[in-house]
């Protein structure tokens, strides 16, 4: 049966890797596909802003590295909110160097993510070394691992050849790569007309938004329903749309969030 098909808790029952399980069982859970981006560069505003979205989403995306007045503190202070308001952590790093390079900045340094993200990402362009490299580190603590494929912003080179060779190398190593940040699925990507798919990747969406279609910096926008019913993936991230108002944060990612469960039991009514 495709993904399609399935709801989030009959898809988390295929997944071996422990961080796909979590994300599929809380997303069930919450009722929530919903994923927050906190893209500001203060301690204080970080964990406000999590600290209000916290019962609407699945998941938590953060960039610690702009954080001006990060410490060790402010991490446990995350996974205190992660327990609080129970969200997956996936520090979106978009690794991007040789295989024992990323493993030194996965597991070292000031912020050691693979202690405490369930999830992180990396670009393709290095080969599967750079899984590998990961891997080492992240699949003995239970964390997966998410390709970039496709993205959002105007021009991006992530097309063609290149997402092919992404699918392929996750295929290659499925026990750690759990998906794909892309806007569409990928399941079908690189088969040949008619090859049936066993694959069952999760796909997280960034560029989603109800009010406006774009960026002056390239970002280009589509709604929940886009993303989640029409394009099949599973996870809507969304960032300033829902936090560049402080006042009317909880209300915004309420309505996020049900755009996003909307769409999703629309789409699993659709395809039984």
């Not at 859970?29 to 893209?39: C, G, H, Q």
């Not at 798919?197 to 390239?218: A, H, N, Q, R, Y």
Request: charged share 25%; proline share 4%.
């Amino acid at each position: 049966m495709s993904p399609l098909q399935q709801t989030y808790t009959q898809r988390a029952s295929s997944h071996s890797n422990p961080a796909a399980k979590l994300l599929l069982e809380t997303i069930e859970r919450k009722k929530s596909n919903l994923a927050i981006s906190v893209d500001v560069t203060k301690s204080k505003d970080f964990l406000s802003i999590i600290d209000n979205v916290g019962p609407f989403v699945c998941l938590v995306k953060t960039h610690v590295d702009i954080i001006e007045d990060f410490d060790e503190s402010l991490i446990s202070k995350l996974q205190e909110l992660s327990s609080k308001h129970d969200f997956v952590i996936f520090e979106d790093r978009k690794f991007a160097d040789i295989g024992n390079t990323v493993a030194l900045q996965y597991s070292s340094g000031i912020h050691k993510i693979a202690s405490w993200s369930h999830i992180t990402n990396a670009h393709p362009v290095p080969g599967p070394s750079i899984i590998s490299g990961l891997s080492s580190v992240g699949l003995p603590l239970g964390r997966g691992l998410l390709l970039l494929t496709e993205m959002s912003t105007k021009g991006a080179l992530t097309t063609g050849t290149y997402t092919e060779e992404a699918v392929r190398m996750a295929r290659a190593q499925r026990d750690f790569v759990i998906g794909f940040i892309a806007q569409r699925r990928m399941d079908y990507v690189g088969l040949a007309p008619g090859q049936v798919s066993e694959d069952d990747f999760l796909i997280l969406t960034p560029g989603v938004g109800l009010d406006i279609k774009g960026d002056s910096m390239g970002q280009q926008y589509r709604t929940p329903r886009e993303v989640i019913l029409e394009s099949g993936c599973d996870v809507i991230i969304v960032g300033r749309g829902i936090y560049k108002n402080v006042d009317d944060i909880p209300n915004q990612a309420k309505r996020y969030r049900d755009a996003g469960w909307e769409a999703y039991l629309d789409r699993i009514s659709s395809t039984t």
